[in-house]
């Protein structure tokens, strides 16, 4: 198991009780199964305490946006929560073929360097979102403390329903850390699930990057195989290689399957959540005071969802076109160098690269650049007719 791989998502997801480590057994199974349960527990009371709160309210009413938003993004966080736990077997078989001696042992230095700026990128963009969620909690957990200690104003993280009288200070903090601790872990529940799933989609693109580098080095490997004298295992060599290349192009086709597999369900609910979140955080935006603490959080919000779909959209882009480039690489390599039943077995690759790796959100659409813009056109005019509606 490569431990190394996106360690900053698998250590969030750890600690929100999402993903029990590999090797543990016995009582630390059991207990951590537990620690899992009660988390889970206390995102979905969250969410559920929001949505009979945006049941109970009008729609006329200043915080009903505000409420819808914060309604969706916490059913988000359950579903990714659960996506994580029923595909667990699937990210592992993932892992193991991360872990696996085809992609683990590299022959040169190129695959070396497109191996470390894959690490390097993922690593960043873990940095970065865990950072931004991290932030995001910290104001609207602090916002009711300011509150309360400076303005004598009763306010809770949430704007969600209480089953008593927050008045009482017993009450108000039981409510306090329940509404803390369950929207902290939803909102990091986000940022780890958004962050694995960029860093799975880099992993395919370097792999594909790899496959590419190893079928244009063929011809120049047998040809130093020839000009060392050793002509005696030319031809062995050779389909060797070949070979080897079609096996990668199956992996990388079977990796790309089982990850789409375990995301689609996960993403055609994310993106049917993006939709009125997109549109409603663009209303709060036009309705919201600047110099207010609730601007800063709903612009943090929005800056994640855009952020988070644009990654999505292009990196799947980025596997579609990289899986388009292995058949360029084929046949601008010099296949001529090659015997007959190698250039057959190149033939029947480039067959199969005709048909491109996509990653789909459902049955609905395809996770590229064309879909992000036209889900932020969608989500625009959803806004208008908001908007002219409020009016």
Known sequence: MNVNFAPIPFRVLKCCGLWRPLSWTSWKKMTYSGFSLVSLMIVIITALLVLIAVCQMSFNDDL?????????????????????????????????????????????????????KCDKTIRKISVYFTTAVFVAIL???????????????????????????????????????????????ATLIHAAKDCLICAFLLQTCSYLEILKRRIVAIPGIIASERNCGNSGNIQEMEKRLISGCVEDHDNIFLFSKILNSSLEVMLFGQIAVTLP?????????????????????????????????FFFCWY??????????????????????????????????????????????????????DSFLSIMKTSYSAFSVLQSTKE
Request: aromatic letters at 10%; hydrophobic letters at 50%.
């Open 277 to 309: 979140n997109l549109c409603l955080s663009i209303y709060l935006l036009s309705t919201q005071n600047i110099a207010s603490m609730d601007f800063v959080m709903t612009i943090q919000f929005f800056s994640a969802v855009v952020i988070e779909l």
């Open 316 to 369: 799947g882009n980025q596997v579609t076109l990289n899986s388009f480039d292995v058949e360029a690489a084929i046949s601008t390599m010099d296949w001529t160098s090659l015997t007959v039943q190698s250039q057959k077995f190149l033939l029947q690759m480039m067959v199969r690269t005709a048909r491109p790796i996509l990653f789909r959100v459902g049955p609905i659409m395809d996770m590229n650049i």
């Open 64 to 116: 009903f946006a505000e409420n819808v938003f914060l309604m969706f993004a916490l059913i988000n966080a359950t579903s990714k929560a659960a996506n994580v736990l029923l595909f667990r077997g699937r990210f592992i078989a993932l892992l193991n073929m991360v872990a696996s001696e085809r992609w683990s042992k590299l022959r040169s230095d190129e695959e070396l360097e497109i191996r470390a």
């Open 139 to 185: 104001l609207r957990v602090i916002a009711p403390l300011v509150d309360l200690f400076v303005k004598g104003e009763i306010r809770l993280p949430v704007n969600a329903y209480c089953p008593c009288d927050i008045r009482n200070p017993s009450c108000y903090w039981m409510l306090y850390w329940q509404q803390a601790i369950g929207t902290g872990i």
